[in-house]
């Protein structure tokens, strides 16, 4: 029953570990642009998507925030409709862009990471940057046995 319980408690404290490692890769191959390693640490599809899903989202929830008067209204979220659809479809993080905006923290993100979490068994979310400070949050899904970068929210 004790090796039981040490097996069970190494396996667990291995899970908690297994993100922070692929972070540090991640961190890595930022730094030192390797292309192959990012490649299986990024899931820039689904990135994609998550991108496009948050501007549709902040195009409807801000215009009916109630600050204009009714009459308004109507024209406004036309408007904001039309302009987040465009702004949905022709906006497309490729891996260039993405290591940008990673790299805008002050050294690695290893270094810049101030906050790590997991939301589920295969989420984990790491905040880069100090909060209040336009930081940057990374979600990572595990993907076939692997930590991905599946969306990135600035």
Do not use: C
């Amino acid at each position: 029953m004790k090796i039981f319980s040490s097996l069970l408690s190494f396996a667990f404290a291995a899970f908690i570990a297994w993100p922070y490692v692929h972070v540090y890769q991640l961190s890595t191959a930022i730094t030192s642009n390797d292309q192959p390693a990012l490649e299986k640490l990024i899931d820039l599809e689904s990135i994609n998507k998550s991108h496009k899903q948050n501007i549709e989202w902040k195009v409807n929830n801000t215009v009916a925030g109630g600050l204009l008067p009714d009459s308004m209204r109507g024209s406004a979220e036309a408007l904001a409709g039309a302009l987040g659809n465009l702004a949905a479809e022709t906006t497309v993080i490729d891996k260039k862009s993405m290591i940008e905006k990673m790299r805008i923290t002050e050294g690695s993100p290893w270094e810049q990471m101030t906050f790590a979490f997991f939301e589920s068994p295969n989420s984990f979310i790491i905040r880069l940057g100090k909060l209040g400070r336009s930081p940057i949050h990374v979600r990572m899904t595990m993907q076939d046995w692997y930590w991905r970068v599946t969306a990135i929210y600035d």
